[in-house]
C-alpha cells in the first residue's frame, strides 16, 4: 500500500515575500510544492484557467468536461487534486458542482513568484 503525500492548502502557508527576496523555509518549500506539482500537469493548469476566466468566476463541472479529449472520472480526478491542494473550491447545487478558483491561493503563489521593479542604481 502506497502512503499518498499529505496536501496542506495553501491558505495554511505563510509565505507572503517573494522568493527572490527571501528563501523559502523548508517548511513552506514542502506546503508550496504540492500546489506547484498540481499546476505541471497541463489538464489541472487548463481547468484552473477555464474556472478563473469563466463568466461569474465559476464552472459547473458540465461546462469543463466538453473542453478535454479524456473521461468525465479523469476531469473529476483532476478537479480533486485541485481542490485538495486549494487551489479551487467547489459547491455542490442539485446534481451538478461548480467549481471557482481560489484567488488567496492563487494570489499567494503569484506573490512568491513575482519579481518585484527594483530602481536602477
Not at 509565505?15 to 527571501?22: A, I, Q, S
Not at 487548463?46 to 461546462?63: K, P
Not at 494570489?107 to 513568484?113: F, K
Amino acid at each position: 500500500m502506497s502512503k499518498q503525500p499529505v496536501r496542506v492548502p495553501l491558505a495554511l502557508v505563510d509565505c507572503h515575500t517573494p522568493l527572490v527576496d527571501e528563501p523559502l523555509s523548508a517548511d513552506q518549500a514542502e506546503r508550496l510544492a504540492s500546489s506547484f506539482k498540481a499546476l505541471g500537469d497541463p489538464i489541472r493548469l487548463r481547468l484552473l484557467s477555464l474556472i478563473a476566466s469563466h463568466a461569474g468566476g465559476e464552472a459547473c463541472v458540465c461546462d469543463l468536461t466538453d473542453a478535454f479529449d479524456v473521461s468525465a472520472p479523469t476531469i473529476s480526478h483532476h478537479l480533486k487534486v485541485l481542490r485538495e491542494t486549494g487551489l479551487v473550491t467547489s459547491e455542490r447545487r442539485a446534481t451538478w458542482v461548480y467549481y471557482r478558483a481560489e484567488p488567496a491561493a492563487l494570489d499567494l503563489l503569484s506573490t512568491v513568484l513575482s519579481v518585484p521593479q527594483r530602481a536602477n542604481a
